[in-house]
T-cell receptor
Framework: KQEVTQIPAALSVPEGENLVLNCSFTDSAIYNLQWFRQDPGKGLTSLLLIQSSQREQTSGRLNASLDKSSGRSTLYIAASQPGDSATYLCADILTGGGNKLTFGTGTQLKVEL | DAGVIQSPRHEVTEMGQEVTLRCKPISGHDYLFWYRQTMMRGLELLIYFNNNVPIDDSGMPEDRFSAKMPNASFSTLKIQPSEPRDSAVYFC??????????????FGPGTRLTVL
């Protein structure tokens, strides 16, 4: 059974700082991996999707990388802003896993002024 | 498009009562997913449909839970009888081509269920 872990569980940084969120998974037979953002009381918003054949994806200040051999993905946020404060979740689908996403435990990020 | 619509947004009920959660997916999306989120277990897939047909319900906790999709624009998740441990936020999500095709999911705002 795939297990997805995110460390740290919570993170507080000053505005403007670059930061990295970590995601690790036990089964490397990944089809794709996604990063989501969840704001309090709201649903999830997809940020980036990385196919198994890709190493990274970028969108604005966000960059996500995938290293299947080490069972890791990272989400890099450049020049963080208070508006980035949210919970970030990674989730993956295993090869042959159909449409079943396995979600990580989440990292709660707070960017302070 | 209004996005995925869920109702009610909040539900408080007493143990033993029947609870029905509703979802309207984005028009034209062929896949619909029901998730449950709790502090202890995180976000878990309960069931998903493709073209109104249930494909995988292995995440449904027990027989008290049932889900239907009578047409392409409406789905329900029913809990009968409800128990305090069912208290959670229930999310509905939809996708056009499905996750296996590399397509993204769009989530609704969720229904926060409290069973007293």
């Amino acid at each position: 059974k795939q297990e997805v872990t995110q460390i740290p569980a919570a993170l507080s940084v000053p505005e403007g700082e670059n930061l990295v969120l970590n995601c690790s998974f036990t089964d490397s037979a990944i089809y794709n991996l996604q990063w989501f953002r969840q704001d309090p009381g709201k649903g999830l918003t997809s940020l980036l999707l990385i196919q198994s054949s890709q190493r990274e994806q970028t969108s604005g200040r966000l960059n996500a990388s995938l290293d299947k051999s080490s069972g890791r993905s990272t989400l890099y946020i450049a020049a963080s802003q208070p508006g980035d404060s949210a919970t970030y979740l990674c989730a993956d689908i295993l090869t042959g896993g159909g449409n079943k996403l396995t979600f990580g435990t989440g990292t709660q990020l707070k960017v302070e002024l | 498009d209004a996005g995925v619509i869920q109702s009610p947004r909040h539900e408080v009920t007493e143990m033993g009562q029947e609870v029905t959660l509703r979802c309207k997916p984005i028009s034209g999306h062929d896949y619909l997913f029901w998730y449950r989120q709790t502090m202890m277990r995180g976000l878990e897939l309960l069931i998903y449909f493709n073209n109104n047909v249930p494909i995988d319900d292995s995440g449904m906790p027990e027989d008290r839970f049932s889900a239907k999709m009578p047409n392409a624009s409406f789905s329900t998740l029913k809990i009968q009888p409800s128990e305090p441990r069912d208290s959670a936020v229930y999310f509905c999500a939809s996708s056009s081509l499905g996750l296996a095709a590399g397509d993204e999911q769009f989530f609704g705002p969720g229904t926060r269920l409290t069973v007293l």
